[in-house]
C-alpha cells in the first residue's frame, strides 16, 4: 500500500510563502501521479494540483485558483512531491492533502478527488489577513 505523509503546514501573513512536502512510500514514486487537494472548514474538498513523471520530465497541472503563485514539483531521488505556495492569501486556508494514484489519466483528467486511491492525513494551513 502506498503511504503519503504531509509537513510544513503553519500559520502566515497574506503575501507570505510556505512549502508543503508529501513523503511516499510504498510504491515506485515515478509511477505516481500526485496531487494536492485543499479543504476548508465548511467546505468540500478542492483539487490543487496534480504531477506525473516520465523521462523526459515532469507534467503538471493546476487549478485557476493559485495558477500563477503555486508550483507543484517532485524530487524523485527523495520520493517526496513539493507544493509551494507564494503571494498567499486568507482564501488559501484550509486542510491540505496530499495525493497518489497509480493511473495513466491525462492530468486534466484527474482534478476530482475520486481518482485517487491514497491519500496523506493532511496538514493545516491557515493565511492571517
Known amino acids: 500500500q502506498v503511504q503519503l505523509v504531509e509537513s510544513g503546514g503553519g500559520l502566515v501573513q497574506a503575501g507570505d510563502s510556505l512549502r508543503l512536502s508529501c513523503i511516499v512510500s510504498?510504491?515506485?514514486?515515478?509511477?505516481?501521479?500526485m496531487g494536492w487537494f485543499r479543504q476548508a472548514p465548511g467546505k468540500e474538498r478542492e483539487f490543487v494540483a496534480t504531477s506525473s513523471w516520465s523521462w523526459n520530465g515532469s507534467n503538471k497541472y493546476y487549478a485557476d485558483s493559485v495558477k500563477g503563485r503555486f508550483i507543484i514539483s517532485r524530487d524523485n531521488a527523495k520520493n517526496t512531491v513539493y507544493l509551494q505556495m507564494k503571494s498567499m492569501k486568507p482564501e488559501d486556508t484550509a486542510v491540505y492533502y496530499c495525493a497518489a494514484d497509480e493511473s495513466s489519466e491525462p492530468l486534466s483528467f484527474m482534478t476530482s478527488q475520486t481518482k485517487y486511491d491514497y491519500w496523506g492525513q493532511g496538514t493545516q494551513v491557515t493565511v492571517s489577513s
Open positions: 510504498g510504491r515506485t514514486f515515478r509511477s505516481l501521479i
